[in-house]
C-alpha cells in the first residue's frame, strides 16, 4: 500500500443469512450492500484488492462459531489481517449486562444496545428483525433487563413445513387474518406472530420502564415488519455497525 494513503478501517456485520459491511477511508465512512454470507465475499475480496486494504477489521459475529473461523481465515487470507471479534461484556459504553454471563449475550444485541444508548438516554426497546427477532429492553441509566427472542416468520414457516409435510406456505406474507387457502394461513399467520410478539414485548417494557421509551427498529426483515407494528418507532438500517463504529472509537 502506498505510504501516503491513510488509515482503513472495516467493520463487519455477520449475521446468520447475511453480511453487512462498512468501510472508513479519512473520515469518511462507506456502507457497503450486504451480501449473502459467504457466498458473495470473493467478490468483494477481490475488488479490495484492488483497492485499499484495512490496517484494522472489527467484527460481530452472531453465526456461530463455524462462521466465526471461517471469516478469520478468509480475511486473513484474502485481506492480511487478522480480526477483532468483538464480545459482549459485563459494562461498556454506557450499557450494563444483566446476563449472568455477559459474554453469553449475543455481541450484535449488545452492539446494538451500545449504538441505541449513544443516540439517547431515554429508555428503549431495540428491536432487531433477522433470522431471529431480538426484542431488548434498556433503561434510563443503561441498564440491559433482558429481552426475548422470537423465530422470524420464515424461520417458523421452514420449521412448521418440516415437521408437518402436507402442508405449504405462500412465498409472501402480510397481514391478512382472513386467509382462505392454507399456504397464505400459514404464511400470514408466522408474520402476525412476530408482530404480536414484537408489539406484547414492547407493550411490557413500557409498562416498566415509561412512556418514554422509544422503539429502535434494525434488521434486514424490518422493511417488511415495520408498516405492520401498532408502537410507535424509529428505523436504523445499521444500528450493528453503529455499535461497531462505536466501540472502534470513531464516534464520540
Known sequence: ????????????????????????????????AAVSRMEGLTDWAVSLADQERPQRILISNSAGPAAEATIITWCESQLGVAPKIIRSELSGFGVHN????????????WLAMIAARHDSSAPAA???CGTVVTVDALDAVGRFLGGVIIPSHQTMCRNLLAQ???????????????????????ANGSLMAVIGGIDRTVEAFIERMGQDTRVVLTGGNAARIAPLLRCRFSEQPNLVLDGLRIVAGDVT
Open 1 to 32: 500500500m502506498n505510504s501516503l494513503q491513510v488509515s482503513v478501517d472495516l467493520l463487519i456485520d455477520l449475521g446468520n443469512s447475511r453480511v453487512k459491511w462498512a468501510m472508513k477511508r479519512a473520515h469518511e465512512w462507506v456502507v457497503g
Open 98 to 109: 444483566a446476563y449472568q454471563n455477559p459474554s453469553a449475550l449475543g455481541a450484535d444485541r
Open 126 to 128: 431495540v428491536v432487531d
Open 164 to 186: 408437518v409435510t402436507h402442508l405449504h406456505a405462500d412465498a409472501t406474507a402480510g397481514s391478512n387474518v382472513f386467509n382462505l387457502s392454507t399456504g397464505s394461513a400459514v
